[in-house]
């Protein structure tokens, strides 16, 4: 079974600050890792995701993230939070082995602050 | 350009009724997926279908439903609501393994 662990349900960061989101999987393949955001009263879209090749991937806004299979983490950082990242950030997780679904970490509420 | 929806976007409803929420995708995915977002508890997934005639029990399926009669829509059946099931609830469909998967706006239901 997988699951995702998501340190830290809430973070602030001020407006030009590292932003630092973490994420830790547990799974008995390797995985593919996803990180989804989303805003107040709407549904989740995709930041960026790792499946195989390079570990550092890039997503959109500004967001990357690096896979660490020692560390069994996927970390997501920015280097500098602006005020329209706030936002809730999920971690998710799939097996690479079959099947197709989806396992959510339970958010980290992201605030960013002048 | 293709799209997923959920209908109704709110329900209120009262104990014991039954509810069927809506999702339709026009991306022609096979995947289909509906969860429920509750505080603390990020998303759970309810059930899932790979194709037409194919369900599947997620982690938090007791009360739950679906039914795949078609690529287009997965409709979620509370068979009879309770007030443990007032939650968001979010229909989402992806192409396959490792792909990006879209989501719905979601469906706020209140059970009083």
């Known amino acids: 079974a997988q699951s995702v662990t998501q340190l830290g349900s809430h973070v602030s960061v001020s407006e030009g600050a590292l932003v630092l989101l973490r994420c830790n999987y547990s799974?008995?393949?390797?995985?593919?890792l996803f990180w989804y955001v989303q805003y107040p009263n709407q549904g989740l879209q995709l930041l960026l995701k790792?499946?195989?090749?390079?570990?550092l991937v890039k997503g959109i806004n500004g967001f990357e993230a690096e896979f660490k299979k020692s560390e069994t983490s996927f970390h997501l950082t920015k280097p500098s939070a602006h005020m329209s990242d706030a936002a809730e950030y999920f971690c998710?997780?799939?097996?690479?082995?079959?099947?197709?679904?989806?396992?959510f970490g339970t958010g980290t509420q992201l605030k960013v602050e002048l | 350009d293709a799209e997923i929806t959920q209908s109704p976007r709110h329900k209120i409803t009262e104990t014991g009724r039954q509810v069927t929420l809506a999702c339709h995708q026009t991306?022609?995915?096979?995947?289909m997926f509906w969860y429920r977002q509750d505080l603390g508890h990020g998303l759970r997934l309810i059930h899932y279908?790979?194709?037409?005639?194919?369900?599947n029990k997620g982690e938090v399926s007791d009360g739950y439903s679906v039914s795949r009669s078609n690529t287009e829509d997965l409709p979620l059946t509370l068979e009879s609501a309770a007030s443990s099931q007032t939650s968001v609830y979010f229909c989402?469909?992806?192409?396959?393994?490792?792909?990006?998967?879209?989501f719905g706006q979601g469906t706020r239901l209140t059970v009083v």
């Open positions: 998710a997780v799939s097996e690479t082995g079959g099947g197709n679904k989806l396992t």
């Open positions: 799974s008995s393949v390797p995985p593919y």
């Open positions: 790792y499946t195989t090749g390079a570990t």
């Open positions: 991306w022609n995915h096979n995947n």
């Open positions: 279908s790979y194709g037409v005639q194919d369900t």
């Open positions: 989402a469909s992806m192409k396959g393994a490792g792909t990006e998967a879209f």
